[in-house]
């Protein structure tokens, strides 16, 4: 492993998408997903919008402060990026069945990691949950999702193309727990960030 780096995080802001911008580069993070992946609707044939399409309909929902996330930095350079929204907002995880849950409108999603190539297995992708997690709290967020990729099919070294929602450990290290798929491509896992405490007088 790396030896880990100074790393400064901040929350998205519309004035930082410049910096998403120079992150995600030609290919938009990967294959020109920029970051819409979850959020593509039935219809849309995602060959066919991928590129300028998803960078037009994300830079749409960033300008207009719609989209929430977490960027890294290294020396100024932006190096990582991690997306956060309602549940809800991620309307293809409802049409995937091993994703459902029957109280979607309650829970918010950590959804998409992506760091710069360089600087992976340094510790990006715990500093952008960590701060994602402090953001969601500030949103009012009780109940968290992650969906990240189980390494069974890969070892060790899963392909960065194929983790792009996160690993196991990353996620159980920040206390979530497997709440469905489990053992499978991609597991559902939850963080209660707040508690409803029935508090006895004795």
């Known amino acids: 492993m790396k030896n880990s780096i100074d790393i400064k995080t901040k929350e998205l802001t519309p004035s930082l998408w410049s910096d998403l911008e120079r992150l995600f580069g030609e290919n938009g993070a990967c294959g020109g997903c920029w970051c819409m992946s979850w959020r593509r609707e039935k219809d849309d044939d995602w060959k066919k919008i991928q590129g300028a399409e998803t960078k037009k309909r994300f830079k749409k929902l960033v300008t207009s402060g719609k989209a929430h996330g977490i960027l890294a930095y290294h020396d100024d350079e932006p190096i990582g990026w991690c997306s956060f929204d309602r549940r809800t907002d991620y309307v293809r995880l409802d049409r995937l069945p091993s994703l459902k849950c029957d109280d979607a409108d309650l829970v918010w999603s950590v959804t998409c ?64 727990k497997v709440v469905g798929n489990k053992g499978d491509s991609k597991e559902r896992v939850r963080l ?8 006895i007088s004795l």
Do not use: M
Not at 122 to 130: D, H, I, K, M, R
Not at 192 to 199: H, T
């Open 113 to 176: 990691f992506f760091i710069k190539k360089d600087y992976r297995k340094q510790g990006v992708g715990s500093a952008l949950l960590e701060h994602a997690l402090k953001a969601l709290k500030k949103h009012g967020a009780k109940i968290v999702e992650g969906y990240p990729v189980n390494p069974y099919s890969y070892g060790k070294n899963i392909p960065a193309a194929f983790a792009w929602t996160g690993t196991q450990s990353l996620f159980k290290k920040a206390g979530f």
């Open 192 to 199: 209660y960030l707040q508690v409803n405490r029935l508090l």
